[in-house]
């Protein structure tokens, strides 16, 4: 497969051109209302975080994607497993389990030195505690969840020089025994899954970076947040290697050369800029949900109806057809 050329396209051009958004009668009202939005959004900053970086990851393609950081410089954040299961992640019975190699390690320091790469810690083992519920540290006590993190901690120290200040728990789960066992730790950012009715104190002195969209999303996403009324929001982008093609034809979205050219496209755009966790902290020591953007699901339905060329007009057109008929019925009731 000839890279790149077969991957879709995964978020569209970035123009500031406005989109088609209706019938042709709104056109032009719509359009006008989508540039005043888009002219208030001064800057969007994205990040991307790749999850699940282990003994057990794909290294070659890891290469590759360290190759790429470095030469466009791109800041990116690894969440690493400091020592994988390396049977099934859903079982929690004993399993085997596998640290970093030495090829593994030199590829992390490589890409911290040479690149704006942060190196967060993923977990321990990435195994469930539980089978009722997919997480590593939800319902264990404080002392296991002490012992995970700083046990994981400390094999993250010894692979790349620098003690971890960033957690990303599996499955992007966790309890308030995390948050203890994090600030015990010395942990500053927690980056799991986006929680709209998360209390600010929650979190306690951790600035909260969460995921709010896949690669599979984002496209979407991002034209939603170019809309908002905001002036400044972020963005946090999961990645997993087999979201690309590169490394599964099946659940991959792009190949690794069409990400590194959307990339190029996205920094473009003068008020898109991207960032680790390390430079977002240096404006600003403290980081909470509100600061990211997260489309809710019937807004980001109606976007996609709204941004497809062919499938906005067709659903107006059964829309008024039904009307119609509504109409027409009452209009005849002996009908
Ligand atoms: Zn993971």
Request: proline share 4%.
């Given at each position: 497969m000839v890279e790149g050329s077969e991957a879709p396209p995964i978020w569209n051009k970035l123009s500031t051109e406005p989109r088609r958004l209706g019938n042709e009668n709104s056109d032009h009202e719509l359009e006008t209302k989508a540039n005043i939005?888009?002219?208030k959004l001064r800057r969007l900053y994205v990040l991307f975080r790749y999850d699940d970086l282990s003994a057990r990851s794909n290294t070659d393609f890891e290469r590759r994607l360290v190759q790429v950081l470095i030469e466009d410089q791109i800041p990116f954040v690894f969440g690493v497993i400091p020592q994988v299961c390396l049977g099934d992640w859903r079982n929690p019975e004993p399993q085997t389990y596998a640290e970093l190699d030495s090829e593994k390690r030199q590829l992390l320091q490589h890409a911290a030195s040479a690149a704006p790469v942060d190196v967060a810690l993923h977990g321990l083992t990435h195994q469930s505690a539980?089978?009722?519920c997919l997480s590593e540290f939800v319902g264990l006590s404080l002392e296991e969840q002490m012992r995970k993190i700083s046990q994981g901690a400390r094999i993250l120290e010894a692979c790349t020089g620098h003690r971890p200040f960033a957690f990303v728990p599996p499955w992007n789960r966790y309890d308030k025994n995390t948050i203890a066992a994090l600030i015990e730790n010395g942990f500053t950012v927690l980056s799991a899954g986006f929680r709209p009715k998360?209390?600010?104190e929650e979190a306690g002195p951790l600035s909260v970076f969460p995921q709010t969209v896949s690669l599979h999303?984002?496209?979407t996403?991002?034209?939603l947040a170019k809309k908002t009324r905001c002036r400044e929001l972020s963005l946090i982008v999961e990645l997993h290697e087999y979201d690309f093609t590169d490394v599964s034809s099946v659940r991959g979205v792009m190949a690794l050369d069409s990400f590194r050219r959307e990339i190029r496209e996205l920094r473009s755009d003068a008020r898109i800029e991207l960032r680790n966790f390390s430079q977002a902290l240096v404006n600003r020591n403290r980081w909470s949900n509100d600061d990211f953007y997260y489309p809710r699901r019937r807004f980001a339905l109606l976007s996609r109806l709204a941004a497809?060329?062919?499938?906005?007009?067709i659903v107006l057109l059964v829309v008024?057809?039904?009307?119609?008929i509504a109409l027409y019925r009452q209009a005849m009731p002996g009908q």
């Open positions: 939005c888009m002219n539980t089978s009722d998360m209390e600010s999303n984002f496209a996403t991002l034209e497809s060329r062919f499938l906005g007009p008024s057809l039904l009307c119609l």
